[in-house]
């Protein structure tokens, strides 16, 4: 076989590079310089990275997970008609189009997603071959701002940012504001940790939430957008940058849109590293130059927003979907999904599960089903314990609870909320208290701190869970933890604090019992609060091989090189890091 | 802190930047980020700059450097660590990675994150997005997934002698 028509891509969204694409695509330059490499973002199977796909000159596709430099020159000589292939790290091929591998994507329905890992990011022509910029050209060609928002409405997409507000209605308000100057703005601060569609998004498929900007922005009657992406995401910064100024030379992009009189402008604004500034006004006054500090709303941003004038906020996600809605019909979107959430979500599965990475599923879908079929059930051997959904605004649904279905009523209702989409999978080595401290250390830290039962209350409830994991705890401290819930998610002036405490009333109402442990037994269940627990090597299990020694960053453990049984742990320094459990290979540290 | 590590600002730079990027208000964030980008913090000399030379008052440009936490004040090593502590790297051990590399570093007071040499700065990130490999981190731009606390340290090691650092606890 003629090498010199293969065609290799690469996965190199930030996922694949910390996998190691670099190396592989080097690897490939070395043993087959002939070939032609071309990179496209994360298709979302981040648990397969490096992945790569091999395009014969049979017009064959061939799809592998988890390539490293090392796998490379068994592909090549495969493709070069020697060898066998590279059956464990085959995901996909013409006579392999079943395997459980691929069967991740198999079960999803992609339509924010429809491109991200198809196409180059850095390549206008590769979008345009998608029907890229075909919703925009419709649009201005055919159709009214109003027939577009009518479009919208009966796709009946709500807002993907976390709040599920119906973007038709905002749109309304914006469009029928007055004012000749209005902005749209791309929400790409995508602060929920856990949650990184909108990285996958901005760096994968840019030129899609350029065109959807255009749509929003011709629908309310902007003729300046910004797209404010954290500070984070260098490489979306990157090559939404890039999709801007091609799609501007291209013509595709700023005045007179297709020889219409709408005319389009955007500007890249990088997020400074601040949780709160996804928040609408908080973001605007981030863009303005000041502190990201959130305001009291009325006034909404649609009436009064960025430097006073009537303003858009839309999430990437939900401008990812725009283009197709538009391409096909809003009636084709409002086909999936429920009656009260239509449409597509995607997820982002990390944690203790088998298949992390990006999912897109019909609204409706049972979360069990999107852990179990698509990510491919628990990581550890150990059950599922609980997900954890919508970040620190969110909470945690226990495993009983899994044939919930993905729809935002049903999600409100166990306390949790559907949020971004970040999925954190717990299995029994997750303390809920300790979880639910992390939140609440987190919104602390990023509270602005305008309003006090924020930025004390919040502080209260940290202290008192802080006690709770080291053992110090009253059971009346529960019910201090109650009435701060209350307070605070009625006080707060901004979806900050309002939700603070929810990962506190969620792990409160579905774990107590470890709450309890902690508090009545002075005891860590899951074996993490350092204060409850101890580390201690068993004789019979040592096979006196010192890396627990080695790695002790404190210098606590004693014992004698090659001498099985004879390390012990020295109490008295232990920190209770876990470095030694972490490095024993004989599973001889134990810790209670 | 050493001394060596405090950088020298040079004006013509900063108001070259002012040009190309803006003298109004909401310039501020832009502005300062290019001046990190350069010394690594924000100098003061710097930020006087950007107020004797832009429509930015003082109180902004110091309201904004402390409120936004990519913002330092002090200065920091020659190579930057930045560990991620989101939600997924938090349940799969992120502060294993902290504690290990910090003891390589011998970054013992809690109240640091620069080693004693300047060479290498421990940052506390919040998510970088690579939840699917968690827990994660990055050494001077390079992100590393699915590690533990002594993949960590060897990452550190192989980085250290590319760049020929030296450190402490190898
Ligand atoms: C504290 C806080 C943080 C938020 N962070 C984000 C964020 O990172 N990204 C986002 O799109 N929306 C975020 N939101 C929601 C936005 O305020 C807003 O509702 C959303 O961007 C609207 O877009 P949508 O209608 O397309 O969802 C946040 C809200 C709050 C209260
Ligand atoms: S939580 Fe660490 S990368 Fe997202």
Redo the contacts between chains.
């Keep these: 076989m003629d090498a010199n028509n293969l065609n290799v891509i690469v996965g190199e969204g ?2 694949g ?3 190691g694409s670099k190396e592989v695509i080097e690897a490939f330059r070395k043993y087959a310089p002939e070939i032609n490499i071309r990179t496209v973002g994360c298709v979302g199977m ?2 397969q ?1 490096v992945i790569t796909e091999i395009h014969d000159n049979n017009g064959n596709r061939y799809i592998y997970g988890q390539v490293t430099k090392k796998t490379v020159p068994q592909i090549i000589k495969f493709h070069k008609g020697e060898g066998e292939p590279l059956e464990e790290h085959l995901i996909y091929s013409p006579e392999k189009q079943d395997s459980h591998k691929w069967q991740y994507l198999g079960h999803q329905t992609r339509i924010a997603l429809r491109n991200v890992g198809y196409l180059d990011p850095t390549s206008i022509s590769d979008y345009q071959k998608r029907d890229g910029y075909k919703a925009i050209k419709k649009i201005v060609a055919e159709m009214s701002p109003d027939q577009v928002i009518e479009e919208i409405k009966i796709s009946s997409i709500r807002g993907r940012g976390g709040a599920g507000f119906p973007t038709h209605v905002k749109w309304n308000f914006a469009r029928k504001s007055e004012g000749d100057v209005k902005y749209l703005i791309c929400n790409g601060d ?7 569609m909108d ?2 998004l901005l760096e994968g498929d840019p030129h899609n939430i350029i065109e959807g900007m255009m749509i929003a922005a011709y629908a309310i009657g902007a003729a300046r957008g910004y797209a404010y992406i954290r ?4 490489l979306a910064v990157k090559n939404f940058g890039k999709a801007i100024k091609d799609a501007h030379e291209l013509g595709v992009l700023g005045e007179n849109i297709q020889g219409s009189s709408f005319s389009f402008d955007i500007k890249i ?7 709160v500034c996804g928040e609408e006004t908080a973001l605007i006054a ?7 500090m959130p305001r009291f709303k009325p006034p909404f941003p649609a009436v009064k927003g960025l430097f006073g004038k009537p303003t858009i906020i839309n999430n990437v996600e939900t401008l990812a979907n725009l283009p197709w809605i538009i391409n096909n019909g809003g009636a084709a979107y409002a086909a999936y999904g429920t009656e009260d959430s239509k449409g597509t979500k995607v997820f ?5 599960i088998k298949k ?2 990006l999912v897109e599923v019909p609204m409706g879908t049972k979360i069990r089903d999107v852990l179990e079929d698509i990510g491919g059930g628990p990581s550890s051997g150990k059950p599922f314990k609980a997900v ?1 959904l919508g ?1 620190p605004s969110g909470g945690c649904i226990p495993e009983s609870l899994f044939d919930t279905t993905i729809e935002y009523a049903a999600i409100n209702a166990t306390g949790a909320i559907m949020g971004s989409g ?1 999925m ?1 999978v ?1 299995d029994g ?2 303390c809920m208290v300790d ?1 639910a401290k ?2 609440l250390s987190f919104t602390q830290l990023e509270s ?1 701190g305008k309003c006090t039962f924020c930025r004390i209350g919040t502080l209260r409830m940290r202290e008192l869970l802080t006690k709770i994991c080291d053992g110090e705890a009253e059971m009346s401290d529960l019910d201090a933890l109650d009435e701060l819930t209350e307070q605070i998610t009625k006080a707060s002036l901004c979806g900050l604090g309002q939700t603070a405490p929810n990962p506190v009333a969620t792990t409160l109402k579905y774990f107590r019992s470890e709450y309890e442990a902690h508090i009545k037994d002075r005891r860590c269940p899951a074996g993490v609060c350092k204060s409850l627990i101890t580390h201690t090597i068993i004789p019979a299990d040592c096979i006196g091989c010192s890396l627990c020694q080695i ?1 002790c ?1 404190v210098g606590a453990i004693t014992g004698e090189k090659k001498v099985k049984g004879s390390y012990t742990i020295i109490q008295a320094k232990c ?1 209770n ?3 030694c459990f ?2 024993c290979n004989s599973k001889a540290i134990q810790v209670k | 802190m050493s001394q060596a590590l405090e950088a020298k600002v040079e004006p013509e730079v900063v108001l070259e930047w002012i040009k190309k990027i803006g003298s109004d208000s909401s310039s501020t964030v832009p502005l300062l980020q290019a001046v990190q980008s350069q010394y690594g913090y924000l100098p003061r000399a710097a930020m006087d700059l950007i107020v004797q030379n832009t429509d930015i008052t003082g109180r902004q440009v110091y309201g904004v450097a402390t409120f936004y936490s990519q913002f330092r004040l002090k200065p920091v090593g020659r190579h930057i660590i930045k560990i991620c502590h989101g939600t997924a790297c938090h349940v799969s051990g992120a502060d294993r990675l902290n504690t290990s590399l910090r003891h390589m570093l011998n970054i013992a007071d809690e109240e640091q994150d620069t080693a004693e040499n300047g060479s290498y700065t421990i940052e506390q990130v919040a998510c970088i997005g690579c939840c699917s490999q968690a827990p994660v981190m990055v050494i001077s731009d390079e992100v590393s997934g699915n590690l533990t606390g002594a993949a960590a340290q060897r990452a550190l090691k192989k980085h250290a002698k590319k760049s020929e650092e030296i450190v402490a606890n190898l």
Aim: charged letters at 20%; glycine letters at 20%.
């Design positions: 930030t996922c590079i910390a996998a981040c648990h990275e995508e602060g929920d940790p856990g949650a990184f990285r996958s500070a984070e995401y260098p604004k990088e997020g400074a590293g601040a949780f981030s863009i303005e130059g000041d502190r990201g982002a599965l990390a944690g203790a992390g990475g954890q970040g970040g954190i717990m080595s997750t979880l992390y939140f602005c790695q960053p920190i890091c876990g470095m972490e490095v």
